[in-house]
């Protein structure tokens, strides 16, 4: 019964900060998020929300800095929060740590995984092997919409695409 008590005021706790990110109250959102923290720093949900309300405002360094939060406070979540941080990294050009956190999820969600690591490898030029990750994609039931790994394959082979037909042109 407590535990659940707990649990409800935490959740009243980040309803505010939640709010004001909604509102686009940004930098008041980033304020009350770490006002709950202060006082819950294992509450996983806000480092989660937190690391978005900096994303949304483009502060990518601050946004890993949370997820990194986030996995530290929940380390049994980490796989759930690594590709959150491996995008975070990319658009950093964080490359190394970017495929570091994408091949920690590669468990719990390989297709999305694979996906990231192709956008990794593909920012760094690296174009043979982000067909390879494009392609390992297709071998999951990733849940993805097929243009993303046609996007990637097009972007690799230089290959357009038909958007009516979805088919690639050489």
Same mark, same amino acid.
């Given at each position: 019964?407590?535990?659940? %008590?707990?649990?409800? =005021?935490? $959740?009243?706790?980040? #309803?505010?900060?939640?709010?004001?990110?909604?509102?686009?109250?940004?930098? /008041?959102?980033?304020?009350?998020?770490?006002?709950?923290?202060?006082? @819950?720093?294992?509450?996983?949900?806000?480092?989660? #929300?937190?690391?978005? *309300?900096?994303?949304?405002?483009?502060?990518?360094?601050?946004?890993?800095?949370?997820?990194? =939060?986030?996995?530290?406070?929940?380390?049994?979540?980490?796989?759930?929060?690594?590709?959150?941080?491996? /995008?975070? #990294?990319?658009?950093?050009?964080?490359?190394? /740590?970017?495929?570091?956190?994408?091949?920690?999820?590669?468990?719990?969600?390989?297709?999305?995984? %694979?996906?990231?690591?192709?956008?990794?490898?593909?920012? #760094?030029? @690296?174009?043979?092997?982000?067909?390879?990750?494009?392609?390992? *994609? +297709? *071998?999951? /039931?990733? $849940?993805?919409?097929?243009?993303?790994?046609?996007? +990637? %394959?097009?972007?690799? *082979? $230089?290959?357009?695409?038909? +958007?009516?037909?979805?088919?690639?042109? %050489?």
């Amino acid at each position: 019964h407590d535990r659940a %008590h707990e649990r409800a =005021g935490r $959740g009243v706790r980040a #309803q505010r900060p939640a709010r004001l990110d909604h509102e686009g109250r940004l930098p /008041e959102a980033v304020t009350a998020f770490r006002a709950v923290l202060a006082k @819950n720093p294992r509450f996983t949900d806000a480092w989660n #929300q937190l690391a978005h *309300t900096y994303e949304t405002m483009g502060d990518y360094e601050n946004a890993a800095a949370a997820y990194r =939060g986030a996995i530290e406070s929940t380390p049994e979540l980490a796989a759930d929060f690594s590709l959150r941080m491996a /995008e975070a #990294q990319l658009r950093l050009e964080k490359y190394d /740590e970017a495929a570091r956190y994408a091949k920690l999820a590669e468990k719990r969600n390989p297709g999305q995984a %694979h996906l990231t690591l192709a956008r990794i490898a593909l920012a #760094q030029k @690296n174009y043979s092997e982000a067909l390879r990750e494009a392609e390992r *994609t +297709v *071998t999951w /039931e990733t $849940g993805l919409p097929n243009v993303d790994i046609r996007l +990637v %394959h097009a972007a690799v *082979t $230089g290959a357009t695409i038909d +958007v009516n037909g979805g088919m690639l042109i %050489h």
